[in-house]
């Protein structure tokens, strides 16, 4: 089967390599059809390394993905519970905990300290033709969503997550920072859970077009317009009562803990490429700021199907790019690049 590894910094290379064997216990074959690239795949391609985790050996990317099911194991049960059926279109959760820690048993699998991530360092993600998932980790895709949607229900997942988290109110006002694929979706959902004001910052207009295609109430280019004095300006000096960071986490924290209101909060969603959190400590503390670091999502599935198969979020619309699983190395330089116009960049595996 053709496979994409990342070998080093922006090294992406095409090989082959044998399919892999039956599916085991619990687990499912999969034939993998479309893989999305995240901005955190982008920090491992531009600098080999995300958090504190150093790439030190080839491996495969990809950790939004879905595929068609092509065998399957005994007691294949899928996140839901039900039995999986071959032939079926499934989107995967990518974080595989191991249900038996403090933290599982607490429900909050996405903290798991044993767990396994496909397609975060040294775990091989879906960028290759056949795979072998857990089969709790898979979600029956209706007929409704496309391919290209399936990668994006993880994208909503930690967008839901972080909404989750933030504890919007009914008619509170909000600031999202970075609108990329995940920014975009967490504006929507703030909107949809009932934010009556939602305004955006990006450094790309395209982005922020398309948050005001989404509904944002207002959206300003960061390199030209401060952005505090922008929400201090819309909210009559007073600040919004949620901040969310869904951006590079540099001294967009800061801007986000400057334009909350007191006793507001902030939500902390983008990862920092140098692992370094920059935040005055007076802001936060005279403000009483509640903060919440948000990380990945739990059991975000069933929902995120739900929101894109009712019409409420169009994953589609995030799609600005195709590309084959030949074209892994271009697509990235491109997507890395920020090319014209990009927002979810999707390989299409197999099909
Ligand atoms: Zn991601
Ligand atoms: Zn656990």
């Known amino acids: 089967m053709q496979v994409a590894r990342l070998h080093g910094p922006k090294d992406i290379r095409l090989g082959s390599e044998p399919a892999p064997p039956a599916p085991g216990n ?14 955190s795949d982008l920090h491992m391609y531009e600098a080999g390394r995300i958090g504190y985790t150093d790439i030190t050996e080839p491996f495969i990317l990809g950790h939004e993905f879905m595929g068609e099911i092509i065998a399957l194991g005994p007691d294949a049960l ?26 599982c ?39 409704s969503l496309s391919d290209d949607a399936g990668p994006l229900l993880e994208t909503l997942g930690v967008a839901i997550h972080a909404i989750d988290l933030s504890k919007i109110r009914i008619g509170h006002s909000v600031a999202v920072i970075g609108v990329g694929p995940v920014g975009l979706l967490i504006m929507r959902l703030a909107l949809l859970a009932g934010a009556a004001r939602v305004i955006a910052f990006d450094k790309l207009d395209w982005r922020l077009q398309k948050a005001c295609d989404w509904g944002a109430t207002g ?68 403000k009483g700021l509640t903060i919440i670091m948000s990380r990945r999502m739990k059991h975000t599935y069933p929902r995120a199907i739900e929101l894109a198969t ?32 990009v927002n979810k960049v999707v390989l299409r595996v197999g099909c």
């Open 26 to 39: 619990g687990e499912a074959l999969l034939k993998i059809r479309s893989v999305g690239v995240c901005g």
């Open 78 to 103: 899928n996140g839901e519970h039900q039995p999986l059926q071959v032939g079926q279109r499934v989107a995967v959760e990518p974080a595989v905990p191991c249900w038996r820690c403090e933290l």
């Open 105 to 143: 048993e607490h429900g909050h699998p996405n903290l798991c300290p044993n767990h396994y991530f496909y397609g975060l360092f040294p775990d091989d993600g879906a960028l290759r033709e056949r795979m072998i998932v857990s089969a709790r980790n898979c979600f029956p895709m209706p007929d």
């Open 219 to 286: 959206a300003f280019n960061v390199d030209r317009q401060d952005p505090v004095a922008a929400i201090m300006d819309v909210t009559d000096g007073r600040g919004v009562d949620v901040a969310i960071e869904a951006a590079w986490a540099d001294h967009s924290v800061q801007q986000a803990a400057d334009m909350a209101r007191y006793g507001g909060r902030l939500v902390l969603v983008g990862i920092p490429p140098d692992d370094q959190l920059r935040l005055k400590h007076s802001v936060a503390r005279r």
């Open 310 to 341: 009712s019409g409420k979020v169009k994953l589609d619309e995030l799609v600005s790019h195709r590309f084959d699983l030949a074209e892994t190395a271009g697509a990235y330089a491109s997507n890395a690049a920020y090319e014209d116009g």
